[in-house]
């Protein structure tokens, strides 16, 4: 099983950026697709990107599209979501998820992922 650790996260103003990080260990990491979920108050936890070990294959919510990028590293066991043009309804606590690869459009969107970080809030400003 891979342990998952996320940092970046902190208090922005609407329109400004933030990277957010997820150091893995563990396990073999190139085994896992990584992905980034998001829960603000009140609200289920949602997906929001997803990204394969290799190709790479890359899924977005549609909510995110066009501001927030995923990216790997694999030699540094690492996951990154860098975040432009924040909402205030950006504001959420972001976990970092390990979970199987996939094909197919959308479909990290659809499968489990089992192994969580303990989340990072980010708090965006209006």
């Known amino acids: 099983q891979v342990q998952l650790v996320e940092s970046g996260g902190g208090l922005v103003q609407a329109g400004g950026s933030l990277r957010l990080s997820c150091a893995a260990s563990g396990s073999t990491f190139t085994n896992y697709a990584m992905g980034w979920f998001r829960q603000a108050p009140g609200k289920e936890r949602e997906f929001v990107a997803a990204i394969s070990s290799s190709d790479p294959k890359i899924d977005y919510a549609d909510f995110v599209k066009g501001r927030f990028s995923i990216s790997r590293d694999n030699v540094k066991k690492m996951v990154y979501l860098q975040m432009n043009s924040l909402k205030s309804e950006d504001t959420a606590v972001y976990y970092c998820?390990?979970?199987?690869?996939?094909?197919?459009?959308?479909?990290?969107?659809?499968?489990?992922?089992?192994?969580w970080g303990q989340g990072t809030q980010v708090t965006v400003s209006s």
């Open positions: 998820a390990a979970g199987p690869q996939c094909s197919g459009d959308d479909c990290y969107k659809r499968i489990i992922f089992a192994s």
